[in-house]
């Protein structure tokens, strides 16, 4: 059975077998062959499927969630001596802020409230400040750095200028709204031409499309389309 047609029968079960495959078997053969390298910088980790698919290749792999539910899982489930959980809302300041949760399964929550979606719970978590997060973990370098926060991705971005103009981060890769489609956010914006601002003289864009990119791949959106993920490298 090809493993594509697994999925089309049971995404659940696909999902267990790909976790198994790349925690106990590449895992495996990159620590046997001293293969993992750098520090990988996973923010917005939801229930951990696609940190599944990249965790096994650094030394070190942060991990932010807001929902300490799921971080709960994620703990239990990447149990590895290469990664570390945290269970934090990643914000403009340090404090407190409210995770807005608005589908049972968690796949939809952020700190930002969406127009016309009803929240079916609010979580009081503890926010910090990338910047001040990574300042108290000590590090200073970033191989992989990835964005999925419902929103939040150039807010939380724009801390880490420092790292930025200094090319302290060799691959940036994160979610956005595309150019000129409606902010589904109240209160954040997250569109495109923020992070060509924000990256353009130090970074490159170097593939785009949703979820796993390849390099040198620029898929068009369909005009349904609300979202993309952009991958950029330094320069």
């Known amino acids: 059975m090809r493993i594509n047609y697994l999925y089309r029968l049971s995404p659940k079960l696909y999902t267990k077998v790909m976790y198994i495959v790349f925690a106990y078997g590449f895992r495996f053969i990159y620590i046997l062959f001293n293969l993992q390298k750098g520090t990988l910088i996973y923010i917005g980790v939801n229930h951990g499927d696609s940190l599944t698919r990249i965790f096994y290749k650094f030394k070190r792999c942060i991990c932010v969630e807001a929902n300490p539910n799921l971080c709960k899982k994620l703990s239990k489930l990447f149990n590895f001596n290469n990664v570390e959980v945290y269970n934090y809302i990643l914000g403009p300041k340090n404090g407190y802020g409210f995770l807005n949760i608005y589908k049972l399964d968690s796949t939809n929550s952020t ?7 009803q929240i079916i719970q609010k979580i009081k978590v503890k926010m910090i400040r990338l910047d001040n997060l990574l300042n108290n973990l000590k590090i200073k370098y970033i191989n992989f750095y990835m964005s999925d926060l419902e929103g939040l991705d150039y807010e939380i971005l724009k801390t880490l200028k420092s790292f930025i103009d200094n090319k302290r981060i060799n691959y940036i890769q ?5 150019n000129k489609k409606s902010n589904p956010y109240v209160k954040f914006s997250n569109y495109e031409h923020l992070f060509n601002s924000l990256l353009s003289k130090k970074y490159k864009q170097i593939a785009s499309g949703r979820d796993k990119l390849h390099v040198g791949k620029f898929v068009s959106m369909s005009k349904k389309s609300t979202y993309k993920d952009i991958l950029w490298k330094s320069i």
Do not use: A
């Not at 700190?111 to 979606?117: A, D, E, I, P």
């Not at 994160?174 to 595309?178: A, S």
């Open 111 to 117: 700190l930002s409230k969406l127009y016309n979606q």
């Open 174 to 178: 994160h979610e956005c709204i595309i």
